[in-house]
Nanobody, 114 residues
Framework: QVQLVESGGGLVQPGGSLRLTCAAS???????MGWYRQALGKEREYVAT???????YYLDAVKGRFTISRDNAKNTVSLQMNNVKPEGTAVYYC?????????WGQGTQVTVSS
C-alpha cells in the first residue's frame, strides 16, 4: 500500500512563500494526486490536483498563487504556495484522487501570520 507523508509546513508571513512536499513510499505515477486543507473548525477542502499526465487544477481562491507539481522519479508531489494569506492557515494534506484514495495522514500545519 502507498503511504504518504506531508512536510514543509510552518509559520509564514502574509505575502510570503512556502513549499509543501508529499512523499510517497512507492510509485504514484499512475495516479492523479491532490492537495487538501482543513482549517480549524472547518471541513476539509480541495486545494489543487494534478493528473497522472501532469495537468494541474486549482481551487479558484488559490489560482495564480499556488502551483502543484509532481516528480514521479522521486515519488513526490509538491505545492508551491506564493503570496500566502491568513485564510490559508490550515493543516494541509495530500492524497491519491479516486477509488484508490488512502486514509488521511497527519498532514502538515501551515500558519500564515505576521
Amino acid at each position: 500500500q502507498v503511504q504518504l507523508v506531508e512536510s514543509g509546513g510552518g509559520l509564514v508571513q502574509p505575502g510570503g512563500s512556502l513549499r509543501l512536499t508529499c512523499a510517497a513510499s512507492k510509485s504514484i505515477s499512475p495516479y492523479p494526486m491532490g492537495w487538501y486543507r482543513q482549517a480549524l473548525g472547518k471541513e476539509r477542502e480541495y486545494v489543487a490536483t494534478i493528473t497522472s499526465g501532469g495537468s494541474p487544477y486549482y481551487l479558484d481562491a488559490v489560482k495564480g498563487r499556488f502551483t502543484i507539481s509532481r516528480d514521479n522519479a522521486k515519488n513526490t508531489v509538491s505545492l508551491q504556495m506564493n503570496n500566502v494569506k491568513p485564510e490559508g492557515t490550515a493543516v494541509y494534506y495530500c492524497n491519491i484522487i479516486g477509488p484508490t484514495r488512502r486514509a488521511w495522514g497527519q498532514g502538515t500545519q501551515v500558519t500564515v501570520s505576521s
